[in-house]
């Protein structure tokens, strides 16, 4: 059995992809209530959430979901700064943060050490 199917047969990837296409369809639909910077931030959040499910989804290799990983805890990053210091995008940024570590936390839970056993 592979590192990610878990023993109910579920493959975890793809569990990680669909929640991950959740989350870009949420932040689409939330852009549509926003105004400002939110707004804007919702929309080009919520395209590469799916286009990111898509791409390491159809992948499916442990490097993409690396890369993937790496793309979130930037993002996560990046969020920190805007929420310091622009009081208009705060709560998005701090939702970005906890959403990006938990992101970030999945898909190197899918990856695992590298290391072979």
């Given at each position: 059995?592979?590192?990610?199917?878990?023993?109910?047969?579920?493959?975890?990837?793809?569990?990680?992809?669909?929640?991950?296409?959740g989350?870009?369809?949420?932040?689409?639909?939330?852009?549509?209530?926003?105004?400002?910077?939110?707004?804007?931030?919702?929309?080009?959040?919520?395209?590469?959430?799916?286009?990111?499910?898509?791409?390491?989804?159809?992948?499916?290799?442990?490097?993409?979901?690396?890369?993937?990983?790496?793309?979130?805890?930037?993002?996560?990053?990046?969020?920190?700064?805007?929420?310091?210091?622009?009081?208009?995008?705060?709560?998005?940024?701090?939702?970005?943060?906890?959403?990006?570590?938990?992101?970030?936390?999945?898909?190197?839970?899918?990856?695992?050490t590298?290391?072979?056993?």
């Amino acid at each position: 059995m592979s590192r990610r199917t878990s023993t109910t047969g579920v493959d975890r990837a793809a569990v990680v992809e669909v929640l991950r296409a959740g989350i870009g369809v949420a932040h689409l639909l939330g852009a549509r209530r926003a105004l400002g910077r939110p707004a804007v931030l919702g929309r080009v959040l919520g395209v590469r959430q799916l286009s990111q499910s898509t791409i390491t989804g159809r992948a499916g290799t442990p490097e993409a979901h690396t890369l993937g990983a790496v793309v979130d805890a930037v993002h996560g990053l990046t969020m920190v700064p805007l929420a310091l210091f622009d009081r208009q995008s705060r709560r998005f940024a701090v939702r970005q943060v906890w959403i990006a570590t938990l992101l970030t936390v999945l898909e190197v839970a899918l990856v695992g050490t590298g290391r072979r056993r």
